[in-house]
Each structure stands twice: as C-alpha cells, then as structure tokens.
C-alpha cells in the first residue's frame, strides 16, 4: 500500500490507479526526499508533477509544506485517483493547500500554465519506455515557466541512457535505486 512518507500527514494511505501507472516505490520517495530536503526547503513551494500516477510526489511536496501543486496525467483512472488522494491529503492538513488536477497530456497541460508560474518544483516520471527526446522537449517547454532557482526531479528506468540535458540545466545527482534511476537537475 503506498503511503505518504513523512510530514503533516505522514502514514495517509493513497489510492494507487489501475492501468499503466508504475507508482515510485516509498523506498525510492523515501530517499528522494531526503536528498531533496537536504538542499531545499518545501515551506510555500510551487510543485508540478508531470506523468503523475497517484500523485503520490506531488502530495508528498504538499505534505512536507509545499502549497500549491498542479497534477497532470491523461489517464482518467490516474486522475480520479489523485483527485481522491489530494481531497484526503488536504483534510489531514491543518494548513491551506491548492491542488490541481489536469486530466491531459503534459504538453496540452503546460501550454495553458500560466507564463508568470514560477514553478519550484517538478517531478517529471513518465513512463520508462518515453524517449529520452521527449523528456528534453517537455524540458525546454518548461523553462520559462519555471523559478530561477528551481529543482526539477526525472525518473528513468536505470537501464535507460542518461539523456542530453539542454545547457541551462546543471545536473546536481543522480541516484539508482534497483530499476530506477532519478536524476535531480537545477536551473
């Protein structure tokens, strides 16, 4: 059963999509928060989390303190899910958090974000079999979008080549984790 891992609702139970979601292990959140707190601090943070499955990164942003999150995916089954996860999450917290759910592909969705976002933080976790290509082009799309200082996490298959990150980006670590590897990347 997957779960939020830590902060103010630490332990709430998420609902998981059937269908062609691969949900991020808690193990691998796990750690990636704790590489992620380490060099940043969640309080007030605007998330997107692409490709997002159960919402599960994007709902352990908020819980940490993160306060606003946009979600997107295009399976109606990932949406009905994070819809539910978030409207759950957002109960357990003592503190107002903005959540929105975009059932749509991530390039419909970041062509109608606004272009003052100011986005902190992003999960990108596309299925493993997306070509590296298309990763990069939703990169590019999102560079204007995004905050000077802002950290963008991609999850890959470890057995994927690591891609050519456009020369804006600096790639800060990358951590394999038994089949996936994540790559944390700053502006």
């Not at 990763?135 to 890959?156: K, Y």
Request: aromatic share 4%; proline share 7%; hydrophobic share 40%.
């Amino acid at each position: 059963m997957a779960r939020i891992i830590a902060g103010e609702a630490g332990s709430l139970p998420l609902d998981i999509p059937q269908g062609p979601t691969r949900p991020t292990s808690d193990r691998v959140r796990e750690a990636m928060f704790s590489a992620l707190a380490s060099r940043i601090d969640f309080t007030g943070l605007t998330v997107l989390d692409l490709f997002a499955g159960s919402g599960a990164l994007g709902l352990e942003a908020l819980s940490r303190g993160a306060h606003t999150l946009t979600a997107v995916d295009s399976h109606r089954a990932a949406c009905t899910a994070i819809r539910t996860n978030a409207q759950r999450l957002e109960k357990a917290l003592t503190r107002p958090v903005s959540s929105d759910v975009r059932c749509q592909s991530v390039s419909a969705a970041l062509a109608t974000l606004p272009g003052d976002a100011s986005i902190d933080l992003v999960f990108i976790d596309p299925p493993y079999e997306q070509p590296s290509e298309e990763i990069i082009e939703i990169l590019n799309t999102l560079g204007p979008l995004l905050d000077p200082e802002a950290t963008i996490v991609v999850e890959r298959s470890a057995r994927t080549t690591e891609p050519h990150w456009p020369e804006w980006l600096t790639l800060v670590t990358t951590k394999t984790y038994g089949d996936t590897r994540v790559f944390t990347l700053s502006r």
